[in-house]
């Protein structure tokens, strides 16, 4: 039903930041809609994406890095936090077209990276705060007050990936459930 990879094409990365406009400009009105209908996030340089396929389609993406600055400490008080952290990766943006917001795709990308961050100490993100219970659910932990990001709010988050052992297992049967 689903496939997940690393986005490696030019089309993979079209249908990712037409996804990322869709999900970040239409739904969360957190970015200004581009005639485009594209949006490349300010990182893409240096990201990684991750992506679900179903039928050869982009419906679902995570993009990561694990370079400093990290955007994420643009939203704490005090961002010397991220230090204490150790290794970290960065997830940038996580979108997923509505009709497949369903717990496949989530566990298939988180998977995925959990697969990539193994050799890492945490994953912090800047979470939509709408969507914090699932963010709760996966490990992650606020680091901080939620604040604005255009018209939607952002809390900065962290999962250690230790703590991601158990969850991985979970998703693996979830995936293998699934076929």
Do not use: C
Not at 37 to 55: C, M, P, R, V
Not at 79 to 106: D, K, N, S, W, Y
């Amino acid at each position: 039903m689903y496939r997940f990879k690393r986005a490696e094409t030019e089309a993979e990365f079209e249908q990712v930041f037409r996804l990322n406009h869709a999900v970040f400009a239409g739904e969360l009105a957190q970015y200004t809609p581009a005639p485009t209908e594209q949006l490349i996030d300010k990182f893409h340089h240096k990201n990684s994406y991750l992506i679900a396929l179903a039928k050869g389609r982009v419906v679902g993406m995570i993009s990561f890095h694990d370079q400093p600055p990290f955007s994420v400490a643009e939203k704490l008080a005090h961002p010397q936090l991220l230090e204490t952290l150790g290794r970290l990766i960065e997830v940038r943006l996580l979108a997923v077209e509505p009709a497949h917001r369903r717990g496949l795709v989530m566990a298939g990308l988180m998977l995925s990276l959990y697969e990539y961050a193994r050799d890492y100490d945490a994953i912090v993100i800047s979470g939509y705060v709408e969507k914090s219970r699932v963010y709760r659910q996966l490990g992650f932990r606020e680091l901080g007050p939620p604040v604005a990001s255009g018209k939607a709010h952002f809390v900065p988050m962290m999962v250690r990936i230790a703590d991601l052992a158990e969850r991985q297992a979970r998703w693996k049967r979830q995936l293998s459930a699934a076929v």
